[in-house]
């Protein structure tokens, strides 16, 4: 009897926490409730660029680095799509300034409480709030985004687009061309 009762109330707690969880209103966090699912990486920007304010939703799981080709190490939210920064944003103090239109091409990444990161140094990862109240990324305090013309994970179609947006690297800054051989033939 005892164990069923302890089975009871295990089942009891379980059930009123999922249903906590289904009842927290993420706006109330500074972040608004649609968006393209593009800021989450689970599909093609350009496909789901219809909205410029990225929901809870599309929260970005976290971040990391991978090797490209022609950049070097370049950095990515985990599902893999390029993360990039806007030179006409202020890291000191960080100012996100793509709003509006620019946003339709240049999707926010909103920042997310204990992100995993993998390759960037934690001191690295910031927040800056938003002029509509959201929370977005930072990487060395360069507010994060997108580029919706990525319609691959991988691609780095975004990077010197208009000579002001740029892919980071891991310390933040604006990615590079790779240039020189290692020796090896250029292969």
Do not use: H
């Not at 939210?77 to 944003?89: A, Q, V």
């Not at 580029?147 to 933040?172: N, S």
């Amino acid at each position: 009897m005892r164990k069923i009762v302890l089975t009871l109330a295990v089942a009891a707690a379980a059930a009123l926490s999922l249903s906590a969880c289904d009842s927290i209103d993420l706006t109330k966090q500074g972040q608004a409730t649609e968006a393209p699912a593009a800021a989450a990486g689970t599909e093609a920007p350009a496909a789901a660029a219809t909205s410029a304010v990225p929901s809870a939703a599309a929260n970005v799981a976290g971040v990391k680095v991978r090797d490209d080709v022609t950049l070097g190490k370049v950095v990515t939210d985990w599902k893999g799509w390029t993360l990039y920064r806007f030179e006409k944003d202020t890291p000191k103090p960080p100012k996100s300034n793509c709003e509006g239109d620019c946003l339709a091409k240049w999707p926010y990444v909103p920042y997310v409480e204990n992100m995993k990161i993998e390759g960037v140094d934690q001191k690295l990862i910031g927040k800056v709030t938003r002029s509509d109240g959201s929370l977005q990324l930072t990487i060395n305090s360069w507010p994060a985004y997108r580029f919706a013309g990525d319609t691959k994970v991988g691609e780095t179609k975004g990077q010197g687009v208009g000579g002001t947006w740029f892919a980071f690297t891991p310390e933040g800054k604006k990615a590079q061309a790779v240039t020189g051989d290692s020796g090896n033939g250029g292969y």
